[in-house]
């Protein structure tokens, strides 16, 4: 079955340093990787994706992910995290195929500490 | 990116009662649109696939008969909640594609049920 998998419930950073956020794939043929984040209360905001071509995707807020193959993996990454990053990060794929059907993950905290 | 509105963004409604929710794409046609709940602190679980101007296909688990949706235009989804109980009670997500790019989502919905 395929599946997308966040294994931190929660991530805690201190301001100013750099933040992960991890996720893991298992789909079939070549994969759509999407990440979103959720304020309370709020829809989900589209951060970043990747389709096809250079591993490391460029998103929103200054947010970042490599995808890595040979580990299944597509992190989410960003160099410096600012309190207002506080939120919850989902990671998404539609399996095999473009279309709008995703599977998430679980979700990951993430918290961001002055 | 594209627009999604979903309305209303928070409803209290009495048991027994039916409740009407709109996800309405505002800058692009929408062929298809997927309705997701989600439990406080979990992922978005998909209810349902909406195809403009054919029935909705139902995940496994979602009564068809309660959560009736139609897709009755390339902008306009709507779901209703019929004969509402406490248990419906959740955060409703709706979300559209025109096919060819990401999935945009509406800001959500927040059920509760007196």
């Known amino acids: 079955a395929q599946s997308v998998a966040q294994p931190e419930d929660q991530v805690n950073v201190a301001e100013g340093n750099p933040l992960t956020v991890k996720c893991t794939y298992s789909?079939?043929?070549?994969?759509?990787l999407f990440w979103y984040v959720q304020y309370p209360n709020r829809g989900l905001q589209f951060l970043l994706k990747?389709?096809?071509?250079?591993?490391l995707v460029k998103g929103s807020y200054g947010f970042e992910a490599e995808f890595n193959k040979s580990q299944t993996s597509f992190h989410l990454k960003k160099p410096s995290a600012l309190v207002s990053d506080s939120a919850l990060y989902f990671c998404?794929?539609?399996?095999?195929?473009?279309?709008?059907?995703?599977?998430f993950g679980q979700g990951t905290t993430l918290q961001v500490k002055p | 990116g594209a627009v999604v509105s979903q309305h209303p963004s928070r409803v209290i409604c009495k048991s027994g009662t039916s409740v009407k929710i709109e996800c309405r794409s505002l800058?692009?046609?929408?062929?298809?649109m997927f309705w997701y709940r989600q439990f406080p602190k979990q992922s978005l679980m998909l209810m349902a696939t909406?195809?403009?101007?054919?029935?909705?296909?139902?995940e496994q688990g979602v009564e068809k008969d309660k959560f009736l949706i139609n897709h009755a235009s390339l902008t306009l989804s709507t779901l209703t909640v019929t004969s509402a109980h406490p248990e419906d009670s959740s955060f409703y997500i709706c979300?559209?594609?025109?096919?060819?790019?990401?999935?945009?989502f509406g800001q959500g919905t927040r059920l509760t049920v007196v």
């Open positions: 800058d692009f046609q929408a062929t298809t």
């Open positions: 789909v079939s043929g070549n994969p759509y």
């Open positions: 990747y389709i096809t071509g250079d591993n």
């Open positions: 998404a794929s539609p399996g095999s195929g473009n279309t709008g059907k995703l599977i």
């Open positions: 979300s559209a594609t025109s096919g060819v790019s990401e999935a945009f």
């Open positions: 909406s195809n403009e101007g054919s029935k909705a296909t139902y």
